[in-house]
C-alpha cells in the first residue's frame, strides 16, 4: 500500500461563500505524516465532476474527510470507489457524530481527532493485520458484526503534529493560507459542534512552532482557522509580537474572535501592527433572548462596542449572525439588517440556524419532531431545515435572503470606505453580485420547503391523482409486456418500483407516465429497479437517458438496483457527472 489520495468534497451548489477557496487543515496534516513516513500522497479539494477519477481509482487506499454539508457528496464517492475495489476510509466532524451511517458507505471510519490514529490504520492494513485496537475506528468484522472503538481519552497534543504541507494539493493551492495555532473552545454555545469535536480544554501550539510556519508564508494572506483566536490573550499576544519582532511581513491576516477581545487595547494595538485587516466576530444576535439561549454571555452593548474599536484600530468587522432561533420574529431579522448597518459592520453572514448533528440543538430538535428534512447537503446555514418556532420556514428562508440583499446593496457599499478603507468596498461590491446570484439560484428552495412542510406535517406529498391510483400500482402494456409501476411516499420522499420487462415499446409509455406521476420540482425520489429487466442494450441506454431527465427535475434521486448486474454498468460510468445522483446496489 504505497500511493494514498485524501480528498475533501465541494458541494456544487453556489452560495455567497461560494467563491472563498480555502481547505480546511485536517487533511494536509494527514497528508504530511503520511509523506514523511514514505507514502505516495495526492490532496485535493474539489467539485465531485472536477476530479481525476482515472488516477484516484489507482489508489491504494482513499481517504474521504466529511463536514455535514459535503457528506452526501463524500457519500457518492466513497460508493463508486468501492464499486471499483478502492479502500475507502471516512472521517471528519459528521461521521464523528453518525459513525454508522458512515459505515455503509466505507469500509472504515474514524471518529474523532484522527491525527494520530490515520497513519496507524494505514500501517496495520499494509501489514494485513486487524486494526480492532485502534482508537475511535468504527469497521465491521468479517461476520458483518460492527465494531465502534472508543476515542482516545486524551485529546491530540497538537505540538506533536507537523506543519501541512500544502503543496500537496493537486488542483491549486489555496489563495488564503490555512494556519492552526490552537484547537478546542472554552465556551459552549448550543448550536456548535466545535466542543464536542475539539473539546472545551484550549490547547495551542508552541508560539516558536507556528512563527516558523509563518514564515514561510511571507507576502501571502494567512487565516488563523482557530475557533477562537484570541481565548488566550497572553498567548495571542506573545505570538503577535513575535510576528512584528521576527519582521514577518503578511499581506494581511484574519482570525475569528469574540467580542470580548476588543475590550484589550495592547492586544488591538498588536493585531493592527502585525498585519491584522478583518476580525471575524460571532455577534450570532441583536435578540437579548437568542443570545441567552444560545449560551452566547454577550450584550447588545458589548456587540455596538467591539465594532466601534476594531474600527478605531482601522481593523475591519466582519459580523456572522445566526438567524431562526425559538427567540426570533421576522421583526428581529429585520432589525439585524437594520442594526449592521447602523453600527456600519463591514461586511456581515446572515446564517439560517442549522441542527447540527452532535449538539444539543439537533438532538431537542430531533426530539420534537421538527426536523424538516435528513438532507445533509441542505445543513450549510443557507437553506432552513427545521420548523421555526414563531415564523414559517418560508419566511425564515424569504426574510435571510432579503436582508442579504438590503445590506450588500449598490447605495451601501462605500458606506465604510472613509472608516476602514477601499477593501470594505471590494468585499461589499462582490457581496452584492453574490448574494443576487444566490437569491436567484436558490428559488426552487421556496418551492422545497412546501413539498417538505406538507410531508412532515401529512406524511405524503404526492397529487390527489396518485393517491387515488389502487393500491399505489399501474399496469402498463404495450406489446404483450406488462409492466408494474409501485409509487408511494413518506414524509417528503417519493419511492417508485418498476417490476417487469422493458422494451422499446413500454418505454414511451413509461416515460409518459412517470412525467405525470412525478411532480415537477420533486424533493427526493428513490427508484427501485430490483425486479426490472431489459430487452437489449439499446433499451438499457434508454433508460438511462429517462433517468437522467428525472434527475434534472428532482433535488436528489437514488437508484436501487441488484448488484453485479450488468444492465446499468452505463449509469456506473455517469453517476458522478450528475449532480446528487446515487446508485445503491443490493446483494442479490
Not at 288 to 316: G, M, W
Request: with cysteine.
Amino acid at each position: 500500500m504505497k500511493k494514498i489520495v485524501l480528498i475533501e468534497p465541494q458541494i456544487g451548489q453556489d452560495h455567497v461563500y461560494s467563491l472563498i477557496k480555502m481547505p480546511r487543515l485536517g487533511l494536509p496534516l494527514l497528508g504530511t505524516q503520511l509523506k514523511e513516513a514514505g507514502y505516495q500522497v495526492d490532496l485535493y479539494t474539489a467539485k465531485i465532476d472536477e476530479l481525476p477519477w482515472h488516477k484516484i481509482v489507482k489508489a491504494d487506499l482513499v481517504g474521504i474527510s466529511l463536514t455535514t454539508s459535503t457528506s452526501l457528496e463524500g457519500y457518492r464517492m466513497a460508493d463508486f470507489l468501492r464499486s471499483q475495489q478502492v479502500t475507502v476510509v471516512i472521517g471528519g466532524i459528521h461521521p464523528t457524530f453518525l459513525p454508522d451511517e458512515a459505515l455503509q458507505h466505507a469500509d472504515y471510519v474514524i471518529k474523532g481527532e484522527a491525527d494520530f490514529t490515520f497513519l496507524e490504520l494505514v500501517r496495520s492494513l499494509e501489514k494485513g493485520e486487524s486494526p480492532h485496537n485502534i482508537p475511535g475506528l468504527s469497521f465491521r468484522k468479517q461476520n458483518n458484526e460492527v465494531i465502534h472503538n472508543p476515542c482516545p481519552e486524551e485529546w491530540v497534543d497538537i505540538n506533536q503534529t507537523p506543519m501541512p504541507d500544502l503543496s500537496l494539493f493537486r488542483i491549486g493551492e489555496p489563495r488564503v493560507v490555512p494556519i492552526m495555532t490552537s484547537r478546542g473552545c472554552p465556551f459552549n454555545c448550543t448550536f456548535c459542534s466545535v466542543t464536542a469535536m475539539f473539546g472545551h480544554q484550549y490547547r495551542f501550539r508552541h508560539t516558536e512552532k507556528v512563527l516558523k510556519e509563518l514564515a514561510m508564508y511571507q507576502g501571502r494572506s494567512v487565516f488563523f482557522v482557530d475557533d477562537h483566536f484570541t481565548a488566550n490573550k497572553k498567548r495571542c499576544k506573545e505570538l503577535l509580537q513575535g510576528i512584528i519582532d521576527h519582521k514577518i511581513s503578511l499581506k494581511r491576516w484574519s482570525a475569528q474572535v469574540r467580542v470580548e477581545a476588543a475590550k484589550d487595547d495592547e492586544l488591538l494595538q498588536l493585531m493592527q501592527k502585525s498585519g491584522g485587516s478583518i476580525a471575524f466576530v460571532g455577534l450570532e444576535s441583536i435578540n437579548p433572548a437568542t443570545l441567552e439561549a444560545y449560551n452566547k454571555k454577550q450584550s447588545l452593548d458589548d456587540i455596538k462596542e467591539c465594532v466601534r474599536r476594531f474600527h478605531d484600530y482601522k481593523i475591519r468587522v466582519h459580523g456572522m449572525f445566526v438567524l431562526g432561533s425559538d427567540e426570533d420574529t421576522i421583526q428581529t431579522i429585520r432589525d439585524t439588517v437594520d442594526f449592521s448597518l447602523d453600527t456600519r459592520i463591514d461586511s456581515v453572514q446572515f446564517l439560517t440556524l442549522t441542527p447540527l448533528p452532535g449538539t444539543p440543538f439537533f438532538h431537542k430538535l430531533d426530539e420534537e419532531g421538527r426536523l424538516l428534512t435528513k438532507d445533509w447537503e441542505l445543513y450549510d446555514g443557507h437553506h432552513v431545515v427545521f420548523l421555526p418556532a414563531k415564523m414559517s420556514p418560508e419566511e425564515l428562508q424569504e426574510e435571510t435572503v432579503k436582508v442579504f440583499k438590503r445590506f450588500y446593496s449598490l447605495r451601501h457599499v462605500l458606506q465604510n470606505v472613509g472608516l476602514t478603507g477601499s477593501h470594505s468596498a471590494l468585499y461589499r461590491g462582490v457581496g452584492w453580485w453574490l448574494s443576487r446570484r444566490f437569491a436567484k439560484q436558490s428559488r426552487w428552495y421556496d418551492q422545497a420547503l412546501a413539498f417538505l412542510k406538507e410531508g412532515q406535517k401529512h406524511g405524503h406529498v404526492l397529487s390527489r391523482k396518485v393517491q387515488e391510483i389502487k393500491e399505489g400500482m399501474l399496469e402498463l402494456k404495450a406489446n404483450n409486456n406488462p409492466l408494474k409501476i409501485y409509487i408511494n411516499d413518506q414524509k417528503g420522499v417519493i419511492y417508485l418500483k418498476i417490476q417487469g420487462f422493458l422494451n422499446r415499446f413500454n418505454l414511451h409509455e413509461l416515460n409518459h407516465t412517470l412525467r405525470k406521476m412525478i411532480p415537477q420540482h420533486c424533493f427526493h425520489l428513490v427508484v427501485n429497479t430490483e425486479e426490472l429487466n431489459f430487452s437489449s442494450e439499446k433499451t438499457a441506454r434508454a433508460f438511462t437517458r429517462l433517468l437522467e431527465k428525472i434527475n434534472r427535475r428532482t433535488h436528489r434521486l437514488q437508484l436501487i438496483y441488484r448488484e453485479g448486474e450488468n444492465k446499468l454498468r452505463l449509469l456506473q460510468q455517469q453517476a458522478l457527472k450528475m449532480p446528487r445522483f446515487e446508485i445503491l446496489p443490493v446483494k442479490k
